[in-house]
């Protein structure tokens, strides 16, 4: 199971948001950049970086800490927020993100998001989030009546390969993932699921790698110092 630190960037720094509210944000770093480079050098195989403010409004305001962040670091990135358009995809790739994750376009334009798998293959995941089991889109502004397990199903019939499963009412609150539905996709679909919300301690990681989860988020544990990132590493590791 890969371990994914997130880095969310929010006006070019480095912060978190509790479920996913913008006004209830903690800003960590005034640099995602030195950020990710400290978490590459800790052992990360693999980085989250979230543009919040592309989530929220579609801008592209945090390009440049993106692209840097690209420059900076030897491992792959995936990017998320806001991106609803080819031409975002394509900048986002040619800068060196190794894997582009998109929300609401899979819920609004199954047909681009199709089209999209054909040219770019496993460089596109798509990020489920999701309220009492049904799928929110829009920056998580907007919770509508689509199941997120049949969501999740429906991706994998459409030849998406990686699905990154937050349970907003997990995200930020350092009370452990929402087990139930992680081991119901793990059971049901035959794609890799990252989870995200909520992960917290060695025992969730442990829990979560016994399902045989392609991977799993961890960031407000971290920026918290409620989680040492080395010794999640050691868990996840461990025969």
Known sequence: MILFPAIDIKDNKCVRLTQGKFDRVNVYFSDPVEMAKKWEAMGAEYLHVVDLDGAKDE?????????????????????????????????????????????????ENPELLKE??????????????????????????????????EMCKSLEGMGVETVVYTDISKDGMLSGPNFNIYEALSKEVNINIIASGGVTTLEDIGRLKEMNLYGAIIGKALYDNKLDFKDALAKVRQP
């Open 59 to 107: 801008g592209f305001q945090n390009r440049k800490s993106i692209e840097k962040i690209a420059n900076a670091i030897n491992i792959p990135m995936q990017t998320g927020g806001g991106i609803r358009s080819k031409e975002r995809i394509k900048n986002l790739i040619d800068m060196g993100v190794a894997r582009v994750i998109v929300g609401t376009m899979a819920i």
């Open 116 to 149: 999209l798998i054909n040219i770019y293959k496993e460089k596109i995941a798509v990020s489920i989030d999701a309220l009492n089991g049904k799928v929110a889109i829009r920056g998580w502004q907007e919770v509508g009546d689509v199941d997120s397990i």
